[in-house]
């Protein structure tokens, strides 16, 4: 029987079958390419298509499940194609994720990835002669690994950081490839993330205990009652980083994904069944949107930069807030500095390096000429002060950014990091800024500034609770002030900035009180000034901090009177 004999002998209905599967698959991998020619900013222009590609790739899942046996025998459908589907579908929720910032799309994600590797989808690939197969297994695993980092799921991570180990091994071994270096450094990487945590917590059992440092129900102190505050609510936030020297993985510096995780809420417990049942669309979920919408700009250029500004400035709702939080290497003034009146004369931070550009002793340098095209100063700013406008610099020429004029009196706050630290401290500056741990946890901040690199899990219980105290009495601190400028009152009205300011003042009290901490350059500053008797030098605050002290038993390392005796 001739091979055209053979097919005749296919049903109408089976052969109907194939076509279409064939129709979903091209075309659920045309609309997927199309993805990356969408621009990266903005609400409005990506939802349709993502709308699109969701719907596509629902039917392609469903007529999968449904028509398995014929898609077998006829087609021949392999089980890595399977896995590729339903890869792309994990790809497809995690950049959903990044676009939208809501959590329970990272959930979705995780289930599918997960589905892959109980299912042994990419099982065969290590049988065939094929090396780009092998490639997109591997590729797999480091997009599953993130999910997983993002989600706190670190023993997991270790479990496929190992398999992902061995996969490589054997993918290097079979074929001569070139990329051998680049996979080893990924899983350099991933290792330095998942060890980035200076503080280990020990359960009753001595085994690793990971929490989660996303916004909690009930961690955020409750405005007083009759307390008149901003109505503003943080819409945007950009987070942007360049660090040469911190850990790094997937673009994602560890100050960029700790700061990522503070500006968000707690997932909730999502029981997905979307492998079993078909995929969830977006628009199935709650339309309310608890979390700020982020960018993450991975060293991006002046250009990019000012590009993803303005169009979140033009998208921002009414009575919202754009978040700016900058982690980049300080550019340095002229060492003339007689004729500094202006914001674009005090330097800034470098947001995309040049190649010749080693560390910021060279950027010092090279600047008393002329000024870098991608250092972002503070006049580059001003135009986007028309609305309210969050800023967190943490970089060694934050105080750059104390030289803002507000000159639209529209709320505006720049929380600045110290510049300097002390040589202990900054020895641990690869696994991320001191600055940043206060964000992002202040307890675990507290902890690494007391040098404490594991504590039970009951301390660390003792101690927090302590800290929701701490909080609320800051909270207070920054609201009865007669003398605070109103800036910080307006931003105080939405949770994540409240804080986020607490945790700042809390931070600057503690460097304060530390003995290690002398010179006054490893403070963190503000713009406008908080009133320091108020707040970061209040006595009350500085009870509490070595309250908190005597509870780790580390008295010892913080000066037991006021600030004025030092």
Not at 360 to 388: A, Y
Not at 418 to 441: A, N
Request: proline share 4%; hydrophobic share 40%; glycine share 4%.
């Amino acid at each position: 029987m001739t091979g055209a004999d053979a097919e005749d002998d296919i049903p109408l209905s089976e052969r109907k079958t194939v076509t279409d599967f064939c129709y979903l698959l091209d075309k659920s991998k045309q609309l997927f390419n199309g993805l990356r020619d969408l621009p990266q900013y903005g609400h409005k222009q990506w939802q349709s298509y993502f709308g699109r590609t969701f719907d596509v790739y629902t039917k392609l899942w469903k007529f999968q499940q449904q028509h398995r046996q014929i898609l077998d025998n006829r087609y021949g459908l392999k089980r890595w194609q399977i896995g590729e589907v339903a890869s792309k579908i994990g790809q497809l929720y995690y950049h959903y994720y990044l676009r939208t910032s809501e959590t329970s799309y990272l959930n979705e994600a995780f289930s599918f990835y997960s589905a892959i590797r109980q299912r042994s989808y990419y099982y065969q690939v290590n049988k065939e002669d094929r090396p780009e197969l092998v490639v997109k297994k591997l590729r797999y695993y480091a997009r599953y690994i993130v999910v997983c980092l993002l989600l706190n799921k670190m023993d997991l991570v270790k479990v496929l950081v190992k398999e992902l180990s061995e996969e490589i091994e054997d993918y290097t071994q079979r074929f001569n490839t070139e990329d051998q270096l680049e996979w080893n450094l990924v899983l350099q990487e991933v290792a330095s993330f998942v060890e980035a945590d200076p503080v280990v917590l020990l359960n009753d059992n001595n085994c690793v205990t990971v929490i989660s440092y996303r916004l909690q129900e009930g961690n955020v102190p409750p405005l007083e009652q009759g307390m008149v505050v901003g109505q503003l609510v943080l819409a945007d936030a950009l987070i942007i980083g360049n660090s040469n020297s911190q850990v790094k993985f997937s673009e994602l510096t560890i100050d960029m994904f700790r700061m990522l995780q503070a500006l968000e809420r707690e997932p909730g417990n999502l029981a997905v069944q979307t492998c079993k049942q078909g995929i969830l669309e977006p628009n199935e979920k709650p339309a309310k949107r608890e979390n700020p919408h982020k960018y993450l700009l991975y060293k991006p250029t002046f250009s990019q930069l000012f590009t993803f500004l303005s169009a979140s400035f033009k998208e921002l709702p009414a009575n919202s807030v754009l978040l700016v939080y900058l982690s980049a290497t300080g550019v340095f003034p002229a060492l003339n500095s007689e004729y500094e009146v202006g914001p674009y004369d005090f330097g800034g931070v470098l947001t995309n390096s040049n190649r010749d550009i080693v560390n910021g002793e060279v950027i010092q340098k090279r600047n008393q000429s002329q000024k870098d095209m991608h250092c972002l100063h503070p006049g580059d700013l001003l135009p986007f002060t028309r609305k309210p406008l969050f800023i967190i610099v943490d970089s060694t020429n934050s105080t750059a950014y104390k030289n803002f004029t507000n000159m639209f009196g529209q709320p505006l706050v720049c929380l600045l990091s110290p510049k300097v630290y002390p040589k202990s401290i900054q020895d641990q500056s690869q696994r991320g800024s001191l600055f940043t741990l206060f964000l992002y946890s202040p307890l675990l901040a507290f902890f690494s500034v007391c040098g404490l690199n594991s504590v039970r899990r009951g301390l660390w219980e003792s101690a927090q609770e302590f800290l929701h105290k701490v909080d609320h009495d800051i909270a207070q601190m920054i609201t009865r002030s007669q003398t605070i400028d109103q800036a910080f009152l307006q931003f105080f009205g939405d949770e994540f900035l409240r804080l986020l300011l607490i945790r700042f003042v809390f931070c600057s009290a503690t460097l304060r009180l530390h003995k290690v901490f002398r010179d006054s350059q490893s403070f963190p500053e503000s713009y406008p000034e908080l009133p320091k008797q108020d707040t970061v030098e209040s006595s009350v605050l500085q009870k509490h901090i070595l309250k908190m002290a005597a509870i780790l038993d580390v008295q010892n390392l913080f000066w037991d009177h006021s600030v004025e005796a030092y």
